[in-house]
T-cell receptor
Framework: KAGVTQTPRYLIKTRGQQVTLSCSPISGHRSVSWYQQTPGQGLQFLFEYFSETQRNKGNFPGRFSGRQFSNSRSEMNVSTLELGDSALYLC?????????????FGPGTRLTVT | AQSVTQLGSHVSVSEGALVLLRCNYSSSVPPYLFWYVQYPNQGLQLLLKYTSAATLVKGINGFEAEFKKSETSFHLTKPSAHMSDAAEYFCAVSVSGGYNKLIFGAGTRLAVHP
């Protein structure tokens, strides 16, 4: 099976702009979670989508949003970009939603805000 | 609230030596615990997971971890380090409640010297 894919792999944006990142889960996986990775804060949970519904959200401002489509593909959007949004954004897919299920990560999208 | 602490942000071993990466967790309920590895410019790869079936968990690439409830630990070991093991390792606990939300430790960077 193909793994989790994320596009684009690299992005450079300017402060104030918005950005959309895409994630395609492993075939058959219905849950998609997003994480932000920075040197200072480490890996932090953004949100989880399952069956097109947001099930859980991390402690991030409302500028961070996401959605999931009927084919389980997911997008996350960051509006009004700030310098501190520069990070590696990782998407993870899982068969279903539940604490015991493994999450499989994509290669990430490296976002640089200038 | 659940949390994970990884002792030692950097660990250095010689090729062929024992690898020991420490992880302690805090959880009021039986935890689901995971170890992930991240190579430079890549996403996270699942090494192994603990879901209460057995206290000694074997993973990929010769790694294993032992769950010790009395010590609230889930340390990762490998009997003989290989140069290709050089990477960053993350311990994570899955938040209870039926969600796909991982709380990660700060990570341990493993260096392997010839």
């Amino acid at each position: 099976k193909a793994g989790v894919t994320q596009t684009p792999r690299y992005l450079i944006k300017t402060r104030g702009q918005q950005v959309t990142l895409s994630c395609s889960p492993i075939s058959g996986h219905r849950s998609v979670s997003w994480y932000q990775q920075t040197p200072g804060q480490g890996l932090q949970f953004l949100f989880e989508y399952f069956s097109e519904t947001q099930r859980n959200k991390g402690n991030f401002p409302g500028r961070f949003s996401g959605r999931q489509f009927s084919n389980s593909r997911s997008e996350m959007n960051v509006s009004t970009l700030e310098l501190g949004d520069s990070a590696l954004y990782l998407c993870a897919s899982s068969q279903t939603s539940g604490s015991s299920y493994e999450q499989y990560f994509g290669p990430g999208t490296r976002l640089t805000v200038t | 609230a659940q949390s994970v602490t990884q002792l030692g942000s950097h660990v250095s071993v010689s090729e062929g030596a024992l690898v020991l990466l420490r992880c302690n967790y805090s959880s009021s309920v039986p935890p689901y615990l995971f170890w992930y590895v991240q190579y430079p410019n890549q996403g996270l790869q699942l090494l192994l997971k603990y879901t209460s079936a057995a206290t000694l968990v074997k993973g990929i690439n010769g790694f294993e971890a032992e769950f010790k409830k009395s010590e609230t630990s889930f340390h990762l070991t490998k009997p003989s380090a290989h140069m290709s093991d050089a990477a960053e390792y993350f311990c994570a606990v899955s938040v209870s409640g039926g969600y796909n939300k991982l709380i990660f430790g700060a990570g341990t960077r493993l260096a392997v010297h010839p």
